[in-house]
């Protein structure tokens, strides 16, 4: 199984969810992609198993991280996540300093350093030294990982990889694939790109659509429901700003309105994080409330607790849209992978239900795997 090729990717920010992702490469041997894996919605696509992705450039701006092998930087503070797979030999590709513009929120500096960041002293990186070094590592795909409320910088990593000729998966909710000016730039380059916002394996947001989905489909109106969400990783610390939420909770409200069978009133819906819990660490606990009318128009309603090791949620997803981007590289396809976007992110430019979405995405490996195989 698999055609033990390299996809080459490159990783702007190096935190929990790239450990996962890193991690997960390694985790996900070819003995393990046998019948039966645990944790993997696809063992193969087009012929490429997980081992065979390649981290060949890597950028952050903490002082742990930068000037380190990306395979040692993972594990530095503060990073917090789950620890699944420890024995993974150095990559060579040494994690340069990028460029801060607003990745750090400033309330970050009151927390301590194995908490937040520590900034490195070492030159920013320009756009122009980060397009070369993507062009001299042959990275295929870049990955965004920036923080949330990180405008600039996930504008700033879109325009490296348009010029330098990559693929990009926007990871955080900035629009660039649902916002028309970077969606016809990449089509244009015939580049391909995914996003916005990953949707994880089992998440919040995954959940909450579907129990949405669920009540409309079994004639339950939904009259009122809220999302909170707690965690103790950068991320959840990071999101203590309300300044830089306005994304995301635009992008996790529609996640969830695009399936519910009648809009509900601003007043009457509320999803977002909640607050940062330290204990918690890499740890996300999920607190859903939903409130209906059944039959007669008698009330009911449902809550739901759910805990889940955040950055290896996404880190499997991750994997899947590398690939879909892979095909799409091999197959001469540019601009948004319309399927993947959907299937994958929670706020892609067309929302779907989560089975049209599904589908599409299947397609579209089936479709694309073809040419892949014939290249191999």
Known sequence: MGNRGN???????IGNCASSLIQGIHYYTPERCQDGVTGLMHPEIGGYLPCDIDVVAAFDVDARKVGVDVHRAIFAKPNCTKVFQ????????IVSMGQVL???SEHMSAYTDDR???????????????????????AE????????????AAR????????????????????????????ERFKARNLPLIGDDIKSQLGA????????????????KLMRTYQLNTGGNTDFLNMKNQDRLVSKKVSKTEAVQSVAKKRMEDENIHIGPSDYVPWQNDNKLCFLRMEGRLFGDVPMDLELRLSVEDSPNSAGVV??????????????????LEGPSAYFCKHPPKQYTDDDAYEMTESFIRIHSAPVRAVV
């Open 156 to 183: 700033f990593y879109a325009e490296c990889a348009l010029e330098a000729g990559t693929a990009f998966i926007n990871n955080m909710p900035v629009f660039i694939a649902s916002g028309k000016g970077f969606a």
């Open 116 to 138: 937040t960041f520590i900034r490195s002293d070492a030159h920013e990186s320009s756009k122009e030294e980060i397009v070369r070094e993507l062009k001299a590592s042959g």
């Open 205 to 220: 947001t995954i959940t909450h659509r579907i129990l949405t989905d669920l009540f409309a489909k079994r004639g339950v």
């Open 102 to 104: 607003d990745g750090i």
């Open 7 to 13: 996809i080459r990717i490159a990783i702007a920010g």
């Open 141 to 152: 795909v870049l990955l965004n990982y920036m923080p949330v409320g990180s405008e600039a």
């Open 319 to 336: 994997i899947d849209m590398i690939r879909c981007c892979k095909l799409a590289l091999v197959s001469g396809i540019g601009g948004i």
């Open 86 to 93: 420890s024995d993974i030999p150095d990559s060579g590709a």
